[in-house]
């Protein structure tokens, strides 16, 4: 008998054998750790939620109350004032069963490096509870402070709204508005209160809606 002939169907099954054995093994390790990892990413989601719009303003579970807006939506008012480039998630917020805010996701296109994604969180009486960028490609050392971790710049946008300051003043220092520009960057701190300002219009014109809900 040809024994190299008769070694191939041999090899071929202890790779089959080989495979499924790993196959059984990856999914089984998996199981065993898709839920913890699970939890793992909804917890630091809650936590990235948190510093929009704190806990101490809401009784409930951001991440179980979500409205999902497109970039071409026609179910609310000026959806493209949030210039959105795909769908996003806004989330609800409620105290006592009552609204109490919202985090809407709003993107700025007019940034020095590219696009800018964010989350700005409106309470329920249009009030600013906290900005955080989410994406961005600045320059590192200068227009990348707009990142919390590098400066606290996006904190002055906290307890603003759009009637304070008024809308004139909804700009840089440089425009002849309130906001600081960060040294060396103009354009992307520009873009960020052009941003932010758009999301407080947008809840605007979208607020008895919304507090129906």
Known sequence: MNTAAFNIPRNSL??????LIS???LAT???GTRDRIFQQQ???ERQALAQVLPAAFHDNDLLQHKLLFSSDSTLWDQTELLALTSDRPAYLAYRDAA???IILPVEA?????????????ILADGDISGVRVLEHRETPGLGDKIDI??????LTFNGKSLSQPLPARWRVLKDGGEFDQLVGATITPRAIVNAVQRALSFFEANQARLKEL
């Open 14 to 19: 202890s790779l089959g054998l080989f495979c």
């Open 109 to 121: 296109h007019d940034g020095y490096s590219g696009d800018i994604r964010l989350l700005v969180g």
């Open 23 to 25: 196959a059984i093994l």
């Open 149 to 154: 971790d590098q400066s606290d710049w996006i």
């Open 42 to 44: 909804l917890e630091a």
């Open 29 to 31: 390790a998996y199981a």
């Open 99 to 101: 609204f109490a805010g």
